[in-house]
């Protein structure tokens, strides 16, 4: 029998009063009465974390104060060891959704992949997602392997990791990192999930359609990593959301999706800037109407609709979070201080 609403409402506050607890037993800031209703109504996102040599173990530290805030996820990026740190976040933790987004899956055999996910799925308790992709062209070029098609690549490889899986007590749900509609089919057709990064959210309503309704009834993960910057000076916030996405800009397959997503002009002139080197031109072809329709910058108000905005157009928001002012410590207290 189904819970009452009542019930369920008593539940949700018994397990955001333990929450609480346990962060001020890590010594984490006390929540104010402001900011405990505020969760108790915010649709918490997903965040990226990822771990720079040196600062590893605070890393792990951090999650455990995501998980005790009461926030859903943490998904760990291609840099670094995704794999080590989402184990790492899933043995510290004990309800906190954990996933790669993503693990190039041209950096190991589909064998030992599928070792490390299946261990990764039993330590967890189902608590992990596999996350993966095949990266971009650039990060090809420095490991200097030969590739394929993308889409081939990507669906031997997971039919090989599917099938050493079986052998070694199953696989976590496997994510497909996603971008335009081809890869987006495979994914429905292949996979349990699909992850974009820089998503336009203009574009996102086309996408999600593409994903029948009865995989979505099922459980289909469908999420998107969001650049966040939160202060209250707009243009600052957008300008290191622009820093950020310069490099995404500069690679063509991105411009094609943001291309199908209206933004034609802007990637035409930014192609010809990045041919003539003008830094200036560049910046000036990354309108603010494109960058907001991918990131999320400014007042905390303003990225708390941002973040809603999103899961009405029911993706799961992962936000990326970078700073005005510090690195990813003081960033990730910024999105404390905005939705906890």
């Known amino acids: 029998m189904l819970p ?11 397990d955001s009063r333990k929450r609480h607890r346990r962060a001020r037993g890590a010594g984490c800031r006390s929540p104010s009465s402001a900011e405990y209703v505020r969760s108790m109504t915010a649709r918490l996102p997903a965040l990226s974390l990822a771990a720079s040599p040196g600062r590893r173990a605070r890393t792990i530290e951090l ?70 992709g095949v990266t971009h062209g650039p990060v090809i070029e420095r490991l200097g392997v030969d590739t394929g098609k993308p889409l081939s690549d990507m669906r031997d490889y997971v039919r090989a990791m599917r099938g050493a899986g079986e052998h070694m007590g199953g696989l976590p749900p496997v994510v497909l990192a996603t971008l335009r509609d081809k890869m987006v089919g ?48 707009l243009a600052a916030a957008r300008a290191r959301n622009r820093k950020t996405l310069r490099g995404y800009v500069a690679l063509p397959n991105y411009r094609h999706y943001w291309i199908d997503a209206g933004y034609e002009a802007e990637m035409h002139a930014a192609k010809a800037a990045i041919e003539a080197g003008d830094t200036d031109a560049l910046t000036a072809a990354m309108s603010d109407a494109w960058l907001d329709d991918c990131t999320l910058s400014g007042p905390a108000d303003r990225v708390r609709d941002g973040v809603d905005a999103w899961f009405d157009a029911g993706v799961t928001p992962i936000v990326v979070p970078s700073s005005t002012s510090g690195g990813q410590a003081k960033a990730v207290a910024e999105i404390f201080d905005t939705f906890v």
């Open 4 to 14: 009452s609403p009542r019930s369920s409402t008593r539940s949700t506050e018994r």
């Open 186 to 233: 495979l994914s429905v057709e292949i996979g349990d999930g699909a992850v974009w990064a820089n998503g336009s959210l203009s574009r996102m309503g086309h996408s999600v359609g593409l994903v029948p309704a009865a995989r979505r009834a099922e459980g289909f993960f469908i999420g998107n990593m969001i650049p966040t910057v939160i202060d209250d000076d």
């Open 63 to 132: 999650a455990k104060d995501i998980e005790a805030r009461g926030f859903p996820g943490v998904y760990c990026p291609s840099f670094g060891d995704a794999m080590g740190l989402c184990l790492s976040i899933a043995q510290a933790t004990t309800t906190l959704e954990v996933g790669t987004s993503i693990q190039p899956i041209y950096l190991q055999h589909p064998m030992a992949l599928a070792t490390s996910a299946s261990y990764l799925h039993e330590i967890a308790e189902g608590r992990f997602r596999l996350g993966v």
